[in-house]
């Protein structure tokens, strides 16, 4: 039995109206240091220079997450689905809530800068020395390990996982309609609560009733347009690419032997790739523009001007091209250095790419990273199959490569540059 708490709490959700929480480990895992820290990293990294409203956290996705993942398992309860294990009940709700546990700072752009995963960080912490660990483990002393299991995609029952993770999972859906909703546009305004009511547990995994597949479609739809008109925003880019560059100049002059004005220890740690569960908790995005702030004022001119640039947001100017070879861009990197410029941080190329469904193919088996319909003769179907929308966008890798440079340096610059590689930045 779960242990519920003897009144029911609510958060206010702008998204899903009311996040209900009934069961105490949820509750007391919610007011963890470490699932408070979320309240810190936000959900979309830099996309708030480019869309202002893009300020929610990680600790609001996650509640999302939790309350979807409630939702559908209540339904399933509800109807009696027999395909799906009552007992995995709590494990799903902790997974699904502490997923992003392990996210860092501004997101993605930390762990593309330093290599790191953020599932990964997820299962130290929850295996670590945290309170998140020490409240799973009152319950049961193999719990952290499930949940852990269950976010690394290798715990014994793939429903499970499914549910958690998949092409059509919690996360997904909340991301979409959170970051739609924060950003103010309307490519992921999905019909969630239609899509819930048509999931079912069949054999080992999340399926959804064929009568669905519209619902479903208008789902990968929104994923696309997202995909290109938020998360692949050029402006966003160019803020990432600062970050990126910031991280990159500031642990070369760390390993160089620099003498920074201004170190704290979390950072100490990544430059050294010697980051502890205690450290890593302490990183937020508060510590890191304190870190930016006090760069500026560091004697080396490229780290100053990087964050100077990013605090400020006077962000890198782009390019756009159809095609971008090695050659052509030794070729643009040589002019570069020979006007004066620094090729290694004043030129960023980019071509950013998204698979937004893994289409089935004849022969594949179905894996967990297709989305399956069950019709009325409890047939399975892959949706590409079956729906002319889905094979449509599955596969593309649409979108033109992006040069990226500091406008008032590249205008100071561009009477050195020859007639063909001056042409591609008057464009």
């Known amino acids: 039995m779960l242990g519920r708490l003897n009144e029911e709490k609510v958060f206010k959700d702008p998204v899903h109206n009311y ?19 979320l309240r810190r990293i936000r959900q979309l990294g830099t996309s708030y220079m480019t869309f202002h409203g893009a300020e929610h956290s990680r600790f609001s996705h996650s509640l999302g997450v ?34 992003d546990l392990g996210h860092g700072p501004f997101s993605h752009s930390i762990e593309e800068a330093f290599h790191m995963n953020h599932e990964d960080w997820t299962c130290r912490i929850i295996m670590g020395n945290t309170e998140v660990h020490d409240i799973l483990r009152e319950v049961d002393p193999e719990l952290p390990a499930k949940v852990a299991s269950v976010i690394a995609k290798t715990y014994d029952k793939p429903i499970v996982v499914n549910l958690v993770s998949s092409p059509l999972d919690a996360d997904r859906m909340d991301y979409l309609l959170r970051d739609a909703y924060y950003t103010g546009v309307n490519y992921g305004t999905i019909d969630v609560d239609r899509i819930i009511r048509l999931l079912r547990p069949y054999q080992d995994r999340i399926v959804v009733k064929e009568s669905g597949m519209h619902a479903v479609e208008d789902y990968l739809m929104s994923r696309y347009q997202m995909y290109w008109q938020v998360y692949f925003h050029p402006v966003t880019r160019s803020s990432e690419i600062l970050l990126r560059q910031i991280f990159r100049r500031a642990k070369e002059l760390y390993r160089g032997q620099f003498q920074f004005k201004f170190m704290l220890k979390p950072l100490q740690g990544l430059f050294e790739d010697n980051v502890t569960v205690e450290l890593y908790l302490q990183m937020d995005e508060s510590l890191l523009q304190t870190a930016f702030m006090q760069w500026i004022g560091e004697e080396d ?15 890198y100017k782009y390019v756009e091209l159809e095609t971008l070879d090695k050659d052509m861009m030794s070729e643009i990197k040589l002019e570069f250095q020979k006007a004066g410029l620094n090729p290694d941080y004043d030129l960023e190329s ?17 894996s967990q990273k297709q989305i399956l319909l069950l019709d009325r003769q409890e047939r399975l179907l892959e949706i590409s199959e079956v729906s002319d929308i889905v094979r ?3 596969g593309l890798h649409r979108g033109n490569k992006h040069l990226y440079y500091p406008e008032e340096k590249l205008k100071a610059a561009l009477p050195m540059f020859s007639p063909a590689v001056a042409r591609i930045f008057k464009s």
Not at 350 to 366: K, N, Q, R
């Open 19 to 37: 996040v209900h929480v009934q069961d105490a480990t949820i509750w007391r895992l919610i007011n963890t240091s470490e699932f408070q820290r």
């Open 392 to 394: 449509s966008i599955s």
């Open 350 to 366: 980019d071509f950013p790419t998204d698979l937004p469904y893994d289409v089935f193919h004849p022969g594949d088996e179905a």
């Open 66 to 99: 939790y309350e979807i993942t409630r939702k559908i398992i209540s339904l399933f309860e509800q109807n009696h689905y027999t395909d799906w294990p009552k007992e995995e009940k709590l494990l799903t709700l902790c997974a699904a809530l502490l997923h």
């Open 301 to 315: 001119d490229i780290l100053s001007q990087l964050c100077s640039r990013f605090i400020n947001r006077r962000l």
